[in-house]
Nanobody, 117 residues
């Protein structure tokens, strides 16, 4: 069983930056597609960014140019660098991992990000 644990959330003023981390247990992380999703109050969960084991990235339109996803397979960790934050970025951010061999999907418990104007 794989567990994903997020950290790095918090409160920041508009224009500020935060870096989220997601640490995965287990030895199969290298074959995961990993990503970050977020859910604002009263809204559906949306994809923020994803990254393949080879480093290929994909971003949601609302964060392109401001956020950067990266991963360190040796540390079983995926990161999300968030810059130029605005209040619309407020929400619970969830780490996601999908095993490309089994298609099993895993979620972290979420970390709160609050951006004030």
């Amino acid at each position: 069983q794989v567990q994903l644990v997020e950290s790095g959330g918090g409160s920041v003023q508009a224009g500020g930056s935060l870096r989220l981390s997601c640490a995965a247990s287990g030895s199969i992380f290298s074959r995961f597609v990993t990503g970050w999703y977020r859910q604002a109050p009263g809204k559906q969960r949306e994809r923020v960014a994803t990254i393949t084991s080879g480093g290929g990235t994909n971003y949601g339109d609302s964060v392109k140019g401001r956020f950067a996803i990266s991963r360190d397979n040796a540390k079983n960790t995926v990161y999300l660098q968030m810059n130029s934050l605005n209040p619309e970025d407020t929400g619970v951010y969830y780490c996601n991992g999908q095993d490309v061999w089994t298609l099993q999907t895993y979620w972290g418990q979420g970390t709160q990000v609050t951006v004030s104007s």
